[in-house]
């Protein structure tokens, strides 16, 4: 980092051993300048990255293929950013909308999304909560037509949520109108999806069987592909499939840096190799 990113950072609450940290844990793939931005949000907005109150993300971009970080809080905090106004007033319990009945109700416990969500924020001196009511048809995240992980296995509370998010926002439009948590950020971004084509189980298993059986755990596989194997799509397995391949031949054209020097795999690899 140079010497004007240190000058313009460094003050009594972000010194230069907490900066370090935070960009060593918290942003350590963003730029310079990217870090700078998101410490002037931690400042502007009293939020805590050590609390889980505020993020570095990094999103791709899908027409350069860069990666591109930028802030983002949590759900709360923005009710901590809210609360140091001394004019929030707490929230209403979550809402939510029966298609079938057409009633809203303070619980659901039906196997289908409700259709709506809603959450009152009430700030001091108003009238009445304000509340932003979100159809779950208008903000549930989708893949290739499915919705995602999350949204699918808990939908109403990834709606309540959302609906919080924006009620907050509209409750205090001069502090963190243009923020939005990670359950909602999607909706906003300009980038087309990215196309995910999942890896069938059973290859899978046995992927992982051939890499324990010369020494990988899966801990290290995660490692490889930087992510959970459990969220391992067909561009890492084709990948994985061709460093095998590479092991196989002894040809030490395989990806040492991040698979090591091992010149040999057991027979179980040639049933996915």
Avoid at 22 to 38: C, G, I, Q, T, V
Avoid at 57 to 79: D, N
Avoid at 105 to 120: C, E, F, S
Avoid at 213 to 223: A, F, H, V
């Amino acid at each position: 980092m140079n010497q004007k990113n240190e000058i313009s950072l460094v003050d009594e609450n972000f010194d230069r051993k907490r900066l370090d940290l935070l960009k060593a844990n918290y942003a350590k793939e963003a730029s310079d300048l990217e870090f700078e931005l998101f410490i002037n949000n931690c400042k502007k907005f009293g939020l805590s990255p050590e609390a889980g109150q505020i993020y570095c993300i990094g999103r791709k971009e899908f027409k350069t293929g860069q990666k591109v970080f930028t802030t983002q809080p949590s759900l709360q905090g923005l009710r901590v950013a809210a609360n140091r106004t001394g004019e929030f007033q707490g929230q209403t319990v979550p809402e939510y909308l029966d298609s079938e009945t057409e009633k809203w109700q303070d619980y659901w416990i039906k196997d289908t999304p409700p259709a709506a969500a809603r959450v009152g924020i009430y700030r001091k001196d108003f009238a009445a909560p304000v509340m932003i009511p979100l159809r779950f048809d208008s903000y549930a995240q989708k893949f290739n037509g499915k919705l995602a992980s999350m949204w699918a296995k808990m939908p109403e509370h990834m709606l309540q949520k959302c609906a919080t998010a924006a009620s907050i926002r509209a409750a205090f439009p001069d502090l963190v109108s243009g923020l939005y948590i990670k359950e909602e950020a999607h909706l906003f971004e300009e980038n087309e999806p990215i196309k995910i084509e999942p890896v069938d189980d059973d290859r899978l298993q046995k992927m992982i069987k051939a890499f324990e059986g010369i020494g990988y755990t899966i801990q290290k596989l995660e490692s490889i592909i930087g992510k959970s194997i459990r969220m391992i799509n067909k561009s890492d397995f084709e990948y994985l499939q061709d460093q095998f391949k590479l092991i196989k031949s002894g040809n030490g054209n395989h990806d040492t840096k991040k698979l090591g020097t091992k010149t040999t795999l057991l027979d179980k690899v040639k049933g996915i190799a």
